[in-house]
């Protein structure tokens, strides 16, 4: 928590990714946003893709879209800002039902949820009879409400090998299931839908990180297709890859995911060296300190999901829970 530190003393923490000339225009930002939560009894959750300056400067809870959830589960706050795209905002109103979630900008999409609705689940429960639906937590309430079950990078697997069956429809994101295919003898029925910022990874950019970087060791999250994950030294989530850096601590590290991870990675690991090949999320991007302290000063945008609908995609994401 950071109520009672000034945005002056918090450059310190930052002062390694973030130059001071920088940080002194976030400043004002961050002084009325600490405030602001103070007033509203608010706290701001930070997926490990926002930039420094939200996910070290302002947020009060971090970690990947469930865990935020979860986490903001055991707070007292009246409202929770997600600083993080729709789906995650969607999913912390599911598991806060009573407590008022805000997301800074509405257009904070994703290629993954975007890719696939409930009517294709309809269209494939036809064509695929009594086949288990699992989705990744990337996808819509709406998705997640007409699927059996969730799943997330990294308990992917044993979700899948939980639900008993030899055939799963795992959706959406193509490469995902196509990694967890060859860790399990369950058969997977992939959709289309891609990441498109970790669709951009290759495993030509590898050989030539190992070229340019002799001793790097990479790593790779499970959205990058399936050759990367194979060419790569370890694949995981980002909370899986942020503890691998903090349990092994190499000397040189590549996090083949979005930009900003390995910036709020290195704040803690000043021994590690860092390779960026940098793909930003445009839609992540899109949450800045200015509409996180809008969003505080103006009550906006709340995320409101369709009782009917919460319940059925509490049911699944609870159902994951339990695995
Ligand atoms: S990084 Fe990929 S999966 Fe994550 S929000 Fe952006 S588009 Fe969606």
């Given at each position: 928590?950071?109520?009672?530190?000034?945005?002056?003393?918090?450059?310190?923490?930052?002062?390694?990714?973030?130059?001071?000339?920088?940080?002194?225009?976030?400043?004002?930002?961050?002084?009325?946003?600490?405030?602001?939560?103070?007033?509203r009894?608010?706290?701001?959750?930070?997926?490990?893709?926002?930039?420094?300056?939200?996910f070290?400067?302002?947020?009060?809870?971090v970690?990947?879209?469930?865990?935020?959830?979860?986490?903001?589960?055991?707070?007292e706050?009246?409202v929770?800002v997600?600083?993080?795209?729709?789906?995650?905002?969607?999913t912390a109103?599911l598991?806060?039902?009573?407590?008022?979630?805000?997301?800074p900008?509405?257009?904070a999409?994703c290629?993954?949820?975007?890719?696939?609705?409930?009517e294709d689940?309809?269209?494939?429960?036809?064509?695929?009879p009594?086949?288990p639906v699992?989705?990744?937590?990337?996808?819509s309430?709406a998705?997640?409400a007409a699927?059996?079950?969730?799943?997330?990078?990294?308990?992917?697997?044993?979700?899948?090998e939980?639900?008993?069956?030899?055939?799963?429809?795992?959706l959406?994101?193509?490469?995902?299931?196509?990694n967890v295919a060859?860790?399990t003898?369950?058969?997977?029925?992939?959709?289309?839908?891609h990441?498109?910022?970790?669709?951009?990874?290759?495993?030509?950019?590898?050989?030539?990180?190992?070229?340019?970087?002799?001793?790097?060791i990479?790593?790779?999250?499970p959205?990058c297709?399936?050759?990367?994950?194979?060419?790569?030294?370890?694949?995981?989530?980002?909370?899986?890859?942020?503890d691998?850096?903090g349990r092994?601590?190499?000397?040189?590290?590549?996090?083949?995911?979005?930009?900003?991870?390995?910036?709020?990675?290195a704040?803690?690991?000043?021994?590690?060296?860092?390779?960026?090949?940098c793909?930003?999320?445009?839609h992540m991007?899109?949450?800045t300190?200015?509409?996180?302290?809008?969003?505080?000063?103006?009550?906006?945008?709340?995320?409101?999901?369709?009782?009917?609908?919460?319940?059925a995609?509490?049911?699944?994401?609870?159902?994951?829970?339990?695995?």
């Amino acid at each position: 928590m950071n109520e009672q530190i000034s945005a002056a003393s918090l450059y310190d923490r930052v002062a390694r990714v973030i130059p001071k000339a920088e940080w002194m225009g976030f400043q004002d930002d961050v002084e009325a946003i600490l405030e602001l939560k103070r007033k509203r009894n608010a706290v701001i959750l930070a997926h490990n893709y926002q930039t420094p300056e939200i996910f070290h400067g302002v947020a009060d809870i971090v970690g990947d879209s469930l865990a935020l959830a979860r986490k903001a589960m055991e707070v007292e706050a009246d409202v929770i800002v997600l600083a993080g795209v729709h789906f995650m905002a969607e999913t912390a109103k599911l598991l806060n039902p009573g407590k008022t979630v805000l997301i800074p900008d509405m257009a904070a999409g994703c290629s993954l949820a975007d890719s696939i609705t409930p009517e294709d689940i309809a269209l494939l429960r036809k064509a695929y009879p009594g086949v288990p639906v699992v989705t990744y937590v990337n996808t819509s309430a709406a998705v997640k409400a007409a699927s059996d079950i969730c799943c997330t990078s990294g308990n992917a697997r044993q979700v899948v090998e939980s639900l008993g069956v030899p055939r799963v429809l795992m959706l959406p994101d193509e490469y995902l299931a196509k990694n967890v295919a060859m860790e399990t003898n369950v058969e997977l029925i992939a959709w289309r839908g891609h990441c498109e910022v970790h669709e951009l990874f290759t495993a030509d950019d590898i050989r030539e990180l190992r070229e340019s970087h002799p001793g790097v060791i990479v790593l790779a999250h499970p959205e990058c297709p399936p050759e990367v994950v194979e060419a790569a030294d370890f694949s995981g989530s980002t909370a899986v890859m942020s503890d691998y850096v903090g349990r092994e601590r190499p000397a040189r590290v590549v996090l083949l995911t979005e930009c900003s991870m390995s910036d709020n990675v290195a704040v803690h690991h000043p021994d590690v060296e860092f390779i960026r090949p940098c793909n930003l999320c445009p839609h992540m991007k899109r949450i800045t300190l200015g509409n996180i302290r809008t969003a505080l000063e103006e009550n906006r945008h709340e995320v409101t999901v369709d009782q009917a609908i919460a319940a059925a995609a509490r049911r699944a994401v609870e159902r994951m829970l339990e695995v």
